[in-house]
């Protein structure tokens, strides 16, 4: 028996190999159209073989769900935090983050698209992280505000539309395209901003100026 | 034999509810999962009598996409082109994108995200159609920069940007939310005509302008 059974290291190995292999299937494929055999073959295990390491398919989707969350705030959520400039904060935020989908995309997209695959608990813990994140790209535009440096803008939408913006990249992004992966995330921070920010003097010059003007004068 | 064959009219408003139910299932499940007997089912038909009004799965989910281009066909894009200045044409677009979005997402939605369904065929005429739609977006973006409207940001990662704020939308929008579905599409459009469309005066005034006339100079 114990010769049949993996050693620590090679237990770990196959299992990075199983949820790799799963994320590949389920993002091409879609998680329902899945079958635990396709995963499987993948990773040349049996059926049998493959239930030695993980409990299930749903097992599978919320381990690269969560693995997903793990990725973006470590890469993303953590580096943006330490920056105290809420303009350098929020460029920080959607380069690291457009950094991690055009490196690999599949384990993001399958957090996005497929939350219904999920267990009510599952989920819960899923969303609540997912609008941890949403939060604080919510917070980092009130503290543009609060500078005065936010466009006249609704803070949720906006959070809303950097995301829409970043994450729609795994779409449209190609390696081998026109621009170079730095130039593409560079032009997205650059766009994303330009919604955004206000533009410096701007507050302070036209139509906006003078209509405060006539507000504040008695 | 003739009784059982349904009038012209009732065909056709069976062949209607047939596009319907099948688009409300797909957009739940995903194309790959629903069976053709849950849209069956879904319409009060059996198996062999949906097959009197389709051909089969296949051809529902390219008449859908069809169908959902048509709409963006005639509901944006016809708008859109009749609009002079590129930044009205630019909110017009988004403006109404925005609309049949926040209306009923699922046909677009599955526009979006079940192409490999379709044969190789059918995939090229819906991608042909997709690309003539991307193409009036960065033609329009191309017209700003004529006139020295545009920032100075690539068109085509900018009509990407655009066209993922706006297709997110369908993700986060609920009717009973805080903001009006008016509000919604009003702060969309002006978050992505701020991303891309240069401040007036701002080209002739502050850093930019100064970098440039020293490059200009010898």
């Known amino acids: 028996m114990s010769g049949e059974t993996p050693s620590l290291d090679e237990g770990i190995d196959k299992s990075a190999a199983i949820y790799q292999a799963a994320a590949r299937i389920f993002h091409e494929?879609?998680?329902?159209?899945?079958s635990i055999n396709e995963i499987a073959d993948a990773v040349q295990l049996t059926k049998a073989g493959l239930y030695?390491?993980?409990?299930?398919?749903?097992?599978?989707?919320?381990?690269?769900?969560?693995?997903?969350?793990?990725?973006l705030e470590m890469h993303v959520l953590e580096r943006a935090r330490g920056e105290q400039d809420p303009e350098t904060r929020l460029r920080t935020l959607i380069t690291a983050h457009g950094r991690l989908i055009t490196a690999d995309s599949s384990a993001?997209?399958?957090?996005v698209n497929e939350l219904e695959g999920l267990t009510h608990e599952q989920r819960?813990?899923?969303v609540g992280r997912q609008r941890a994140y949403m939060d604080f790209i919510r917070s980092t535009l009130e503290a543009l505000r609060a500078?005065?440096?936010l466009r006249d803008i609704d803070s949720t939408v906006g959070a809303f539309s950097i995301l829409?913006?970043?994450?729609?990249t795994s779409r449209w992004y190609r390696p081998d395209g026109?621009?170079?992966r730095d130039q593409v995330i560079d032009e997205i921070a650059n766009i994303a901003l330009g919604a955004v920010v206000a533009e410096r003097g701007s507050q302070r010059a036209g139509t906006g100026f003078v209509e405060t003007l006539h507000k504040e004068l008695p």
């Open 29 to 34: 494929k879609g998680y329902h159209a899945t």
């Open 52 to 71: 030695y390491y993980i409990r299930g398919k749903q097992e599978l989707l919320f381990g690269i769900m969560s693995y997903a969350m793990d990725q």
């Open 108 to 111: 993001l997209t399958i957090l």
């Open 124 to 126: 819960r813990e899923i």
């Open 147 to 149: 500078e005065g440096r």
């Open 164 to 168: 829409g913006m970043v994450l729609w």
């Open 178 to 180: 026109r621009l170079s």
